[in-house]
């Protein structure tokens, strides 16, 4: 039977999935810049990119009435306009809404807002907006001159550049603390030649210089030197070439093989004309042999979805599969243990997704995954090591809305440190679980600064339950054990972070602590992207807590287990609560919230959740210090009015003894400081603080209590 090899003549890079955009829009043609509306519940901001949050479970608010005045609520203008990009129902029956924020017809970039609606009735909504107060629109910058900027931003020449398709759009970052808005030409832009890169761009269109950049590339790092690369774009230009190839009947066929660092584990196979391949068909996984590596140059579609490399370019482009087989489906011989452990290990990716959390593959659409091992990653950029590393890539086509995706996997080899395989359960789960993230419904988040560090600790997070899932009598709190041939032994700790080797991540020791010692600097010019591979080991850490239990700085957080745990940090992840530019603040809110839709409001899992953030310096951990003796009884304390109206409330407090409050923003963040609290009513004023929910701490007699406060 023949195979017959599809390929684009043009390849773009795409970095978020594509989503269809519904004409529905909402808009509000009346200028109000309030941040809440009387009838609605307030709005609570996690970052000046515009990253907020609104909790509906106390109200009985339809989504219509919502939308009806989503622009007033939002602090919106007259040119601001709302149109539906997606819309999905999870296994729970929440319906999931997402609505782009434009501005005078021009996209906003990042400007989403998700609202979780059941049975009619909001529940939450979450998002990013930024006010505009006033912006020119200009045209986009051509395409010559955005590859002329590019290519003299990375030092090399304009045709070795590939461009997507360009957009207008309003793109926002933070300048010395700052919101900057810009209307700029935005483009994902691949370099085919060293120096590879790929990174989306945001042109100002007047003064035609870079606005912001972000890079697709994840990378880690020994000392200064780029190691590790997980590219979520390639481009290339090719010519239709038919693949000769012939099949026989394609049967799965289960054996048992010999990994690198598992020992044997069952692993599936292919029966193909009387020999036995490492490709699992059900699954959609095919490992190759990538030894010959530098001799291609492109990427290439087979029918039947997996990509595959080239060699040549254009007319004379050929495709490049160079196959694992044996004479029999148990593979045992040394030479091919560290291509089995891959081929297992994204094999159990798969499983574990498709068991645990029910999703179709990586991307919850059963898009197959093409896998290399042995790749020389000198051939891709200069000054990487041989064989140091991983990597996982998603091919787009251009003007389609398929994607394609393939994993890379070095042998360890020409690196002054003593390393082994870079392959794994865990680490094979990882760079599955990084296209998990991208695909995640919202977009994925920015490899920059603190959304960058949650998207690794993200992969780590379900990396390691992959491989408790896989290997349970052989699972641990450490990632790429026996990589590495030098102590510790291990690439990175789940639940000591900050034994983490410093040369496999980013050059500095991890923090265990959200902002603590160790904490890297997050600016858009900080060395390894603003601290992603350091400071991911917060998040690593407040997931091991939720799993195992433990007290650490100060606070005891009751394990919910690790299968629980999983699921929690799955739902925040694709459960719609996540923006490009989340941050820790809102991936604490985002956990909470995931936390009561799966186990209820009040629930211990909800209060675990919150002790183990608050362990790690996330969050607010006021409701962790609340010791209500029967001397000390919250009614005996009263605040009132509430709501809050012109910053002004009164503390009604009838006990004896000498007391004092504090009051506290819902991030943890202190509004104001601690003040005696007399018996009787005390007057107090809340002022330069924006709308939102609050909370009052009050102490004395050894104990304390939290009160709520919302300021309108």
């Known amino acids: 039977m023949k195979k017959t090899l599809i390929i684009s003549k043009a390849l773009a890079v795409l970095f978020l999935a594509a989503v269809s955009t519904e004409t529905l829009s909402a808009q509000n043609n009346k200028e109000n810049t309030n941040h809440s ?55 729970l029956g929440i319906k999931k809404t997402i609505y782009q924020h434009f501005y005078k017809d021009i996209k906003v970039q990042s400007d989403i807002i998700v609202v979780h609606e059941r049975d009619g009735k909001v529940l939450f909504v979450n998002g990013e907006f930024v006010k505009i107060d006033q912006i020119f629109i200009h045209n986009p910058v051509s395409s010559q001159e955005l590859k002329n900027i590019i290519a003299s931003d990375n030092r090399t020449d304009s045709e070795n550049l590939t461009l997507s398709i360009i957009e207008n759009v309003i793109s926002k970052k933070i300048d010395s603390g700052k919101l900057q808005l810009n209307n700029s030409t935005m483009v994902s832009a691949y370099s085919s030649v060293k120096p590879i890169f790929s990174k989306i761009y945001y042109i100002d269109n007047i003064t035609k210089q870079i ?118 489906p148990n593979y045992t011989a040394n030479g091919t243990k560290a291509a089995v452990e891959v081929h297992w290990s994204i094999q159990k990716s798969n499983d574990y997704y498709s068991d645990i959390h029910n999703r179709n593959n990586f991307d919850g659409n059963g898009t197959p995954i093409a896998c290399y091992y042995n790749v020389d990653f000198s051939t891709i950029n200069t000054g990487v090591p041989a064989g140091y590393g991983a990597n996982a890539t998603a091919i787009t086509l251009a003007g389609g809305n398929n994607n394609y995706y393939a994993m890379a996997f070095g042998n360890g080899q020409g690196t002054s440190l003593s390393l082994n395989p870079f392959v794994g359960i865990d680490v094979g789960g990882h760079e599955y679980s990084h296209l998990v993230v991208t695909t995640n419904g919202t977009g994925g988040l920015t490899y920059q600064g603190e959304s960058g560090a949650l998207n690794e600790a993200f992969a780590d997070i379900l990396g390691t339950s992959i491989e408790f899932y896989s290997a349970p009598a052989q699972a641990n709190w450490t990632i790429g054990e026996g990589l590495t041939n030098f102590a510790p032994g291990f690439l990175r700790s789940m639940s000591n972070p900050e034994t983490s080797p410093p040369s496999l991540n980013g050059g500095a020791p991890q923090p265990n602590i959200y902002g603590g010692a160790n904490w890297a600097p997050t600016g ?189």
Request: charge should be neutral; proline fraction near 2%.
């Open 37 to 91: 509306s009387p009838n609605l519940p307030a709005i609570q901001k996690t970052s000046d990119l515009g990253v907020f949050y609104s909790d509906f479970s106390e109200s009985s608010l339809s989504e219509s009435t919502l939308i009806s005045s989503l622009g007033k609520w939002l602090g919106g203008g007259k040119y601001d306009t709302f149109k539906v990009e997606k819309t999905w129902k999870d296994e």
């Open 211 to 328: 606005f912001n950049s972000n890079t697709l590339i994840h990378s880690d790092h020994i000392g200064n030197i780029d190691s590790h690369k997980l590219i979520h774009t390639y481009n290339c230009n090719l010519n239709l070439v038919p693949q000769k190839s012939q099949f026989s009947l394609l049967i799965d066929t289960p054996g048992t093989s010999t990994t690198y660092y598992k020992g044997n584990q069952p692993v599936v196979v292919d029966s193909n004309n009387g020999e036995y391949r490492l490709k699992h068909n059900a699954r959609k996984v095919w490992t190759m042999d990538a030894t010959n590596w530098g001799t291609t140059t492109g990427w290439a579609v087979t029918n039947d979805g997996y990509v595959v490399r080239t060699t040549g370019s254009g007319s004379s482009a050929i495709p490049y599969i160079a196959e694992y087989s044996n004479t029999i």
């Open 524 to 712: 858009a010019n900080a060395p390894d992207n603003g601290g992603v591979h350091i400071n991911s080991g917060v998040a690593n850490k407040w997931f091991y807590l939720l799993s195992a239990g433990g007290t650490h700085n100060n606070k005891t957080v009751t394990g919910l287990t690790i299968q629980k745990a999983e699921k929690i940090a799955y739902k925040t992840l694709t459960g719609g609560y996540l923006t490009n530019n989340s941050n820790f603040v809102a991936v604490y809110n985002a956990s909470k919230q995931a936390a009561v839709v799966l186990y209820g409001a009040g629930s211990n899992e909800v209060q675990q959740v919150e002790n183990a953030w608050c362990a790690v310096g996330v969050g607010n951990c006021l409701t962790l210090a609340v010791n209500e003796s029967s001397l000390f009884q919250s009614e005996n304390i009263k605040t009132y009015p509430n709501p809050v109206t012109n910053g002004q409330f009164t503390i009604d407090y009838v006990m004896k003894g000498n007391a004092e409050y504090e009051i506290y923003d819902l991030s943890g963040k202190l509004v104001s400081t601690k003040q005696k609290l007399e018996r009787g009513k005390n007057n107090v004023t809340l002022s330069g603080v924006d709308a939102g929910v609050y909370l009052v701490k009050i102490s004395g007699e050894g104990t304390s209590v939290t009160k709520k406060i919302i300021v309108k």
